[in-house]
C-alpha cells in the first residue's frame, strides 16, 4: 500500500492506496484524529455514514456486533466498548464497480476508524492474493 496525504474532507486522516500486479484495486482513509472522549469516534463514524448514505444511497449491511455486552446499556460508555474490542460498527454499500466499508473497530485501547473502497471488477487479484497470502503461511 501507499500512502498519502492528509486530506481535507474528513478529520486528520491518511489516503491509502492497494495496488496488485500494478493495478489499483482499493483506497481508503485511515481517520488518524485522536480524541480524548472515545464516544467523539462513534459522532466521526455516524457523521462518515451520513454522508456516504448520501452520497450511495441505502447500504447493503449496517452492523453493530456485540461480542461483550458489559457496557451495551450504558451509551456514555459506547466509546470505551469500541476501544477495549466489545463492540463493532461496520456499514457497506455496493456499486456496479466498487465495494464500500465504513468500519470503527477497537482492540486494547486503540480505536481505528477507516473507510475503504475494493473494486469489484478486479476482485479475483484480490482473491488470489488473499489465497496464497493464506497459502503461504501453513
Not at 469516534?41 to 461480542?67: C, F, Q, R, T
Request: contains cysteine; aromatic residues 10%; glycine residues 6%.
Amino acid at each position: 500500500a501507499v500512502t498519502g496525504v492528509q486530506t481535507c474532507a474528513l478529520p486528520i486522516s491518511v489516503l491509502l492506496y492497494e495496488f496488485i500486479n500494478d493495478k489499483l484495486v482499493g483506497s481508503g482513509y485511515i481517520i488518524t484524529e485522536k480524541y480524548s472522549n472515545e464516544n467523539k469516534y462513534i459522532e466521526e463514524y455516524n457523521d462518515i455514514v451520513a454522508a456516504l448514505k448520501k452520497k450511495y444511497g441505502k447500504p447493503i449491511s449496517e452492523v453493530v456486533n456485540w461480542s461483550n455486552d458489559l457496557f451495551k446499556n450504558d451509551r456514555k460508555d459506547w466509546g470505551k466498548a469500541v476501544s477495549i474490542g466489545h463492540v463493532k460498527m461496520i456499514t457497506d454499500w455496493s456499486t456496479a464497480k466498487t465495494k464500500i466499508r465504513t468500519a470503527l473497530i477497537g482492540n486494547n485501547y486503540k480505536i481505528t476508524l477507516g473507510i475503504t473502497y475494493r473494486s469489484k471488477t478486479l476482485e479475483s487479484l484480490i482473491n488470489n492474493k488473499k489465497k496464497k497470502e493464506i497459502d503461504s503461511n501453513l
